[in-house]
Every structure is written in structure tokens, then in C-alpha cells.
């Protein structure tokens, strides 16, 4: 009961008696003594062929974020830098963190995107940053030691100078090492 059809169909072909030319004789005469025996272990399903991955969608209103690098991620000390991209060409883009996401999210203050919401509760500004001909802006920062040791979560919104509330949906979140 626990076989599909095509391995019953295996079973009885791999175990028909061969009585002559297949042309006029298919696969043989079925031998149902020996399909019983065989029916415990029946031949493995065929492996499916796997369908591509959809390559996803990126929201025109999003901007992406990337994870915090750089050499001060590595050192403990010194610069660490993120970028974003997506956002409109000449907009002003703020970068926030803070060591938690537990709590009320932040309501954002002015610019387009006053009113929004980001998913952290108490956020400091890291930097800001205007968006290139590309969309794209680069933050470049020091580690306090504050940060030292501790996971940094990180959310981008753009400020001005654009027509369209753009924040990063997800924040990024690493570890800064304690020097």
C-alpha cells in the first residue's frame, strides 16, 4: 500500500519472465511470484528534477542595506562602513542602530518618511549619507566603545530630497568585536 504506481509498474517489469521479442511481447509474461518478493524493497523513486530558485523580486520602494564591515568590524577599533542603495538619486538617507529590537519602534520625526515606523526602540544616528546618480550612499564611521562587543542592530531611511518614504525593510544586525 505504501508504493506509488510507478514503482508497482518497476516492480513488475524488472520481475516479468522474458518469453520473447519485446516488440510483440512488451516487457513479459508477469511473474507475480517473484514481484511479491521483491515488493518489500521496491525500486527507489526517480529523483525529481529540482525547479529553479525564483530569484526574488526587489521592492522599488525599499532601500537595501548592507551588513556593517569594514576595518573597524574587524579590529574593534577604528572605521566600519555600510552602504545603501536603491534610494532616489540626491535623496539625504540617515543610518540608525541601537543593542536591542525589543520595545516600541521608533517613530521617525520629519522628512518623507515622518510618521513611519522603523523595528528598532531607541535608535542613535550613526550617520548620514546622500544617495549618488546611482541611488547608492556610503556611510563610513567610528566605533565608540559602546559598541565594542556588542550586537548592533542597523535600519536606513531616507531623510529629503526625495519624493517617496524609502527605509530598509529588514534590519542588519552583527557583532562588533571588543577589542
Known amino acids: ?4 504506481n510507478w514503482q508497482l509498474d518497476q516492480i513488475l517489469r524488472n520481475t ?12 513479459g ?6 514481484a511479491v ?18 530569484v526574488p523580486t526587489q521592492n522599488p520602494n525599499e532601500l537595501f542595506l548592507s551588513n556593517i564591515g569594514g ?16 534610494a532616489e538619486p540626491g535623496s539625504f538617507i540617515i543610518l540608525m542602530y541601537d543593542f536591542t529590537t525589543e520595545g516600541e519602534p521608533y517613530v521617525i520625526p520629519t522628512g518623507v518618511c515622518e ?13 548620514r549619507a546622500r544617495a549618488n546618480e546611482f541611488g547608492q550612499a ?17 535600519q536606513a531611511y531616507t531623510l529629503s530630497k ?18
Open 29 to 34: 509474461r508477469i511473474n507475480a511470484n517473484a
Open 1 to 4: 500500500m505504501s508504493m506509488t
Open 71 to 86: 576595518v573597524g568590524v574587524n579590529t574593534g577599533k577604528g572605521k566600519a562602513q555600510a552602504s545603501v542603495s536603491n
Open 115 to 127: 510618521g513611519e515606523t522603523l523595528r528598532l526602540p531607541d535608535p542613535a544616528k550613526i550617520g
Open 37 to 54: 518478493i521483491q515488493a518489500p524493497n521496491p525500486p527507489p523513486l526517480p529523483t525529481p528534477t529540482p525547479s529553479p530558485t525564483p
Open 138 to 154: 556610503s556611510f563610513s564611521f567610528n566605533i565608540s566603545r559602546d559598541m565594542r562587543g556588542k550586537n548592533v542592530f542597523t
Open 16 to 27: 516479468a519472465d522474458n518469453i520473447g521479442d519485446q516488440i510483440f511481447f512488451g516487457a
Open 162 to 179: 526625495g519624493t517617496v518614504c524609502k527605509k530598509s525593510r529588514t534590519r542588519q544586525s552583527g557583532t562588533l568585536p571588543n577589542p
